[in-house]
């Protein structure tokens, strides 16, 4: 019995608090060498577009294998497919479909980040963007934290009203639309920026000490949306795939800033391998990725919790 | 809504009609160069097994891309997974899980094979083998040619009663079990050879004059299933794919025999670029690998035909 989920499956806090446990897992895994995440595939229709894959799994007691493909051809609907395996009995566990699973497992990150990089006792959260990632990134901020104040900018005073009243329902939080990013990070002990903006919207001089920030949104030389001078004052820079942030097409936003070799991979700090956060002052920045592998970890999770069987 | 298939789902005598006539314009798109197949793509998941992936699809006024994937993980459940896009749009048109597929696949392009090469008024048939191929065969070959007679041999006595009894019921023809593969074939117009016999077990002299053959068995220098002076008394010698005729990990059964060079693709014996039967006498003999790229095509007709939407 193939289990197949679709977007509507897909709700329910309990299923972000499931994937950041099996992240915390994968990325266990993965400062073993025992995450498997080789480069993605592409296959050319010409004049139409991409097939991608992105292969993954981890090994280990359990193995599983999978991979998500996702396409690039010209059209309004865009299903993406992840499908997982158990690789020691051949069993196809299920399958995935649709865009929650990726916006899921991109918020479980940076959960993840967020559970050991902001400080234990931080309340206060300030995030940037109402999009997607934005309600997912506070989701698992959420997860992991025992927020009381939370604020929310976005440049659109709708999006932003939107967002705090949905927000407010699906977490039961006190969320508050701010007039500008300054004021919606200036008491922050975390941050949020998931902006599509090519431009930085905060600075170093904005924040708290002690703050941490998540960057989900763009970050090549091309356009980034946080000053380079927060990974100047930031102790600790993460990200969870230094592999990945030296493939973009265009530079890493940080490259030349002598800033890019202090950058530690998330996996190491949570097995303590490269340090995490040393004193209360110190700002900490997690630079999201995306570790390709990952979605299949999400989705056995969460095919493990949801109980359609088609 | 994408449409998601099982094996269940696959039955019925008008879904292999469907699939040749779609592998008929699939065929007809490849020797216009318009069927997109590229190489398998691999992934390994040490001590584990392999993801296998195979991509394809066609271009032109509606063009698919889709990809099969299996898995070579060590258990007893193998589910495979095709899924097809419609790519002018990015609708995802469905998925088809589950083995049937395959078959069904490999079944209807050795119906399209004796459609194009064996006698028009062909009537009488041997089969060579009493599994899932054998049967996919048989129903592909009583889609295109108005079958009276069929024999089956297989080894075991017990499998080729069983065989002619659940075959005579899916397609109302009368099967005789055969006491060897000599008489199975002696009176055939066409033969279809479908064993896992790594020694032939037919020649040039148990055929009639005029037989058109499908070897779908094993065909590499290591084993092969049928005689090599088959191959030398045919007129036409076609198969599916040179080109992967020629990446099998031993070489393919005819390497050597100075046949392989007279190796035809079907698809340009389709379109007319290379010759077919010639005259009433002709044996013909179509070398079936399974064209990757071609599950893409199939799925997508059977798709626009089964009706269960999830």
Redesign the interface.
């Known amino acids: 019995m ?1 289990k ?1 989920l ?1 977007d509507e499956d897909l709700v329910g806090s309990h299923l972000m608090a499931a994937a950041i446990d099996a992240l915390e897992t994968a990325f266990r895994a993965r400062a073993g060498k025992r995450l ?1 995440s ?1 480069p993605r ?1 592409h ?1 050319s ?5 991409d ?1 991608v ?1 992105t ?1 993954g ?1 981890s ?1 280990g007691e359990k ?1 599983l ?3 998500r ?1 996702y ?1 690039t ?7 993406q ?1 992840v ?1 997982v ?1 158990s ?6 566990k299920g ?1 995935v ?1 649709g865009a929650c699973l990726g916006n899921l497992r991109t918020g479980a990150i940076g959960g993840l980040a967020i559970r050991h990089l902001s400080a234990p006792n931080a309340r206060t959260i300030g995030i940037l963007g109402s999009g997607a990632q934005a309600r997912t990134q506070l989701a698992a901020a959420a997860a992991v934290r025992k927020l009381d104040r939370v604020r929310v900018y976005s440049r659109d005073a709708k999006n932003r009203a939107a967002f705090a009243s949905e927000m407010q329902n699906a977490l039961g939080l006190d969320i508050e639309p701010a007039d500008s990013a300054r004021e919606a990070v200036a008491e922050a002990d975390i941050v949020i920026s998931a902006t599509t903006s090519q431009t930085p919207i905060i600075h170093a001089r904005d924040l708290k000490p002690g703050v941490h920030i998540n960057t989900v949104g763009p970050k090549t030389l091309q356009g980034y949306e946080i000053g380079l001078d927060i990974a100047d004052a930031a102790a600790v820079l993460a990200t969870d795939s230094p592999e990945q942030t030296r493939a973009y097409a265009s530079p890493f936003f940080l490259a030349g800033s002598g800033n890019e070799d202090r950058m530690a991979d998330l996996a190491d700090i949570i097995v303590g391998k490269a340090a995490g956060r040393g004193s209360p002052g110190d700002t900490t920045l997690f630079c999201s990725v995306g570790l390709a592998g990952t979605e299949v970890v999400v989705a056995s999770a969460i095919l493990d919790r949801v109980g359609v069987s ?1």
């Not at 051809?73 to 299903?79: M, Q």
């Open positions: 193939t197949i679709k498997i080789p595939h296959v229709f010409p004049d139409l577009g097939l894959f292969v799994g090994l193995p294998a999978g991979f493909v396409e051809f010209d059209g309004a609907e865009h299903s497919i499908a395996w690789a020691d009995d051949a069993r196809l399958i479909l088609a």
